[in-house]
């Protein structure tokens, strides 16, 4: 388990030996404030509401 007490960037490593590679299963997880977090939740929220109306076209507008 990680638990971050500071925001930042911190190296990772997979925990588990499971397969072919493992020792190339590193990673980076990048650590925010709370606030920063929650904007980023909001950003992507708008965002994904925004393409699901785009993406709202029949399929006989698509073959016409």
Avoid at 7 to 12: E, H, K, N, P, V
Avoid at 24 to 49: D, F, H, L, P, Y
């Amino acid at each position: 388990h990680f638990k971050p007490t500071k925001t930042g960037r911190y190296a990772l490593t997979c925990a588990q030996l499971c397969g072919d590679g493992h020792a190339r299963m590193r990673g980076v997880v990048k650590v925010v404030s709370e606030q920063e977090w929650n904007q980023w939740q909001k950003t992507e929220a708008e965002k994904n509401s925004s393409s699901k109306q785009q993406a709202s076209v029949t399929i006989d507008k698509v073959k016409a």
